[in-house]
C-alpha cells in the first residue's frame, strides 16, 4: 500500500508552468471592475448625448408645431424675416416677424427727431447713426459685416426692444459712406428685404441755416460749456436760437442746387429698393404722415412723441443775420420758394 500510495501522482502537476504567472486574484478582481466601470461610463455617455438629441429635436418639432406664423401677403414676404440672434433668445416673441429698415437721410434734416418718434412705438427699434464710426464704413466689408450683426439683432443699444420687436432698424446719413458704395449697399438691402426711408428737408436753406448755427455750438458750446444737436427744454432752445449765422450770398445758390442734386442722385440710384420718400416739412404739417410710416414698416398704428424741442422755429428774417442779402440773391431764381418758409407753417 505504502508503495502504491508513494508511486500515486497528482493528476495536476503542482510545478509552475514555463510561461507568465496571472497576477494576483486581487489585481485581476481589480482590472475587471475597472473595465465594467469604463464600459458603463461609455453606455451613460451615449445614452445621455441620444437623450438630449431627442430632446433638442422634439423641442424643435414642438416650436415648429406650437409656432403660428401670422398670415402675410406674397408681395411682402420677401421683407418679413425670422432673426435668431446669438446673443439672447427672443423666447415667446421667436415667432413673430420682424422687417428690417434704414432711415437714410442728411444732417439737420430733423432724422433725430423722427427716430425719437418711432422709438417711442414699443414694436419699433431704430438704433442711431451706427456709422458715424469710421471703422465700421472703411469699405464695404466692413459695413457688410456691421449690418448683418445688426440685422441679426444682436445690436444691443438703448433703443432695442430686442425680444419683441416688429420693426429693426437705423439711421444712415448720406456722408456716412452710403453714397460711396451705393451699388454694393443697393445690392444689400434688396437681398436683406431692408425697407428704406428716405427723409430729407424741401427747403433746403432752413437747413443750412441749422447746420451753420449747430456747427457754430460744436465750438461755442453754448448751453453750459456742453455742445448739443437736439434740446429737450424750450429754454435751451431759446438760447440755441439766438445765435443768427451769416450766409455766404456768393457761393448760396450753388450750395442749395448742390445739396438738391445730392438728394436727387440718391433716390435715383436707390430707386429699386422698397422705399418711402418722406419729407420733414410733412411731418410737421401732417401728423397723418406718421400713420403713413407705420403701415409702411407693419407695426399697429398709434400716436408717437417725442421729448425734443425744435430750435430754430422762427421766421427766416430772424434766424439769419444778413437776411436782406440773402433775400436779394434769391428772389427771382427757382430758390425764391423758400423765402416766406411756408412750407414750415402747421
Known sequence: MD?????????YPLKGSKGASLPPRPTLVFLIALFGLYVCYLSFNQIRMESKHVEENGAQEQDEHVCTRPYVPSEELPYVHFPKPKGYSRAECSCNPVRFFVIVSMQRSGSGWFETLLNSHPNISSNGEIFNRVDRRQNISSIVQTLDKLYDLDWLTSAAKNECTAAFGFKWMLNQGFMDHHDDILSYLNKKGVSVIFLFRRNTLRRLISVLANNYDRDAKQLNGTHKSHVHSEEEAEILAKFKPELDVSTLVSNIRDVEKYMGDCLDSFNTTRRMILYYEDIIRNRNALFQVQEFLGVPVRKLVSRQVKIHTRPLPDLVRN????????????????????????
Do not use: C, I, M
Not at 508503495?3 to 493528476?11: A, K, M, R, V, W
Not at 437776411?323 to 402747421?346: H, I, M, P
Open 3 to 11: 508503495g502504491f500510495g508513494n508511486n500515486l501522482q497528482h493528476p
Open 323 to 346: 437776411w436782406e442779402d440773402v433775400n436779394s440773391r434769391l428772389n427771382g431764381t427757382e430758390y425764391a420758394r423758400f423765402l416766406d418758409g411756408a412750407d414750415y407753417v402747421k
